[in-house]
Nanobody
Framework: QVQVVESGGGLVQPGGSLRLSCALS????????TGWYRQAPGKQRELVAR???????DYAHYANGRFTISRDNAKRTVYLEINNLKSEDTAVYYC??????????WGQGTQVTVSS
């Protein structure tokens, strides 16, 4: 089994930066890809960025430039750095670990609020 725990959200002023963390534990060798998603109030959950087991990175069309996904294998953590935050980035950010056997395992999410 795999466990996913997000952290790093908070209240940030427009133009600020945040680094979200996704801590993975359990059978992480079974993880095929880890993705960051977000869900704004009244909207559907959407992919922000994803990193595969081999290190290939994929971004949503709106995410290129301000969002950076990275991974620290030693710490078993996947990060999402967001720069130049905008009010429209306000959302709950979720991390998901995709396993070939059971599909996606989700964390509880971390709230990001961008406001002055």
């Amino acid at each position: 089994q795999v466990q996913v725990v997000e952290s790093g959200g908070g209240l940030v002023q427009p133009g600020g930066s945040l680094r979200l963390s996704c801590a993975l534990s359990g059978s992480i060798s079974d993880i095929q890809a880890t993705g960051w998603y977000r869900q704004a109030p009244g909207k559907q959950r959407e992919l922000v960025a994803r990193i595969t087991k081999s290190g290939y990175m994929d971004y949503a069309h709106y995410a290129n430039g301000r969002f950076t996904i990275s991974r620290d294998n030693a710490k078993r953590t996947v990060y999402l750095e967001i720069n130049n935050l905008k009010s429209e980035d306000t959302a709950v950010y979720y991390c998901s670990a995709n396993l070939r056997t059971v599909g996606d395992i989700w964390g509880q999410g971390t709230q990001v609020t961008v406001s002055s």
